[in-house]
T-cell receptor, first 113, second 109 residues
């Protein structure tokens, strides 16, 4: 059984650019969530995808968008990058059980300059 | 929108039990308490969760008070590898986890 994997591990982008982050969910998990973690803070929920549909969204602007594919892998897209978007982006997968624990990947460290 | 209060930091001696408190006085009857930890530069790791009964697994024990307004995570024999930020989370809606600032636990030799 493979865990949650994210790519890339690090990247640097310029303000105004667009970025795509990728996540492969754990085997058997059909739900993927994305979180943003600024330095020194706890992770903040961005949105969740379930069976290729957005299932819930946190307090993030529309320039944060996502996709989930038939194999349950997922992408997070951020348009018009701002300096404050610099953070660790975490992906978590879980099975289709409301109380099930979420399994997190190691994250992608995004730096916007 | 975190509904929990945790101490900012605590120290623990290696080999001793670590007791991490969490207050969640506004918890509703069907909301679960979850504990995660985050070791530096890694993704959060699930530890344990419960509704109203005490729970134990291979990592830790979770003690929830009878009124459910507070809980304690117990690491029975802390090791240096348990040094991490520990998050107590009340799961208000099933599709997301609301992380607060957590407790930074330092295990000292």
């Amino acid at each position: 059984e493979t865990g949650v994997t994210q790519s890339p591990t690090h990247l640097i982008k310029t303000r105004g650019q667009q970025v795509t982050l990728r996540c492969s969910s754990q085997s058997g998990h059909n739900t993927v969530s994305w979180y943003q973690q600024a330095l020194g803070q706890g992770p903040q929920f961005i949105f969740q995808y379930y069976r290729e549909e957005e299932n819930g969204r946190g307090n993030f602007p529309p320039r944060f968008s996502g996709l989930q594919f038939p194999n349950y892998s997922s992408e997070l897209n951020v348009n018009a990058l701002e300096l404050d978007d610099s953070a660790l982006y975490l992906c978590a997968s879980s099975p289709d059980i409301p109380t099930a624990e979420a399994f997190f990947g190691q994250g992608t460290r995004l730096t916007v300059v | 929108d975190a509904k929990t209060t945790q101490p900012t930091s605590m120290d623990c001696a290696e080999g001793r039990a670590a007791n991490l408190p969490c207050n969640h006085s506004t918890i509703s009857g069907n909301e679960y308490v979850y504990w995660y930890r985050q070791i530096h530069s890694q993704g959060p790791q699930y530890i344990i969760h419960g509704l109203k009964n005490n729970e134990t697994n291979e990592m830790a024990s979770l003690i929830i008070t009878e009124d459910r307004k507070s809980s304690t995570l117990i690491l029975p024999h802390a090791t240096l590898r348990d040094t991490a930020v520990y998050y107590c989370i009340v799961r208000v809606v099933w599709y997301k986890l609301s992380f607060g600032a957590g407790t930074t636990v330092t295990v000292r030799a």
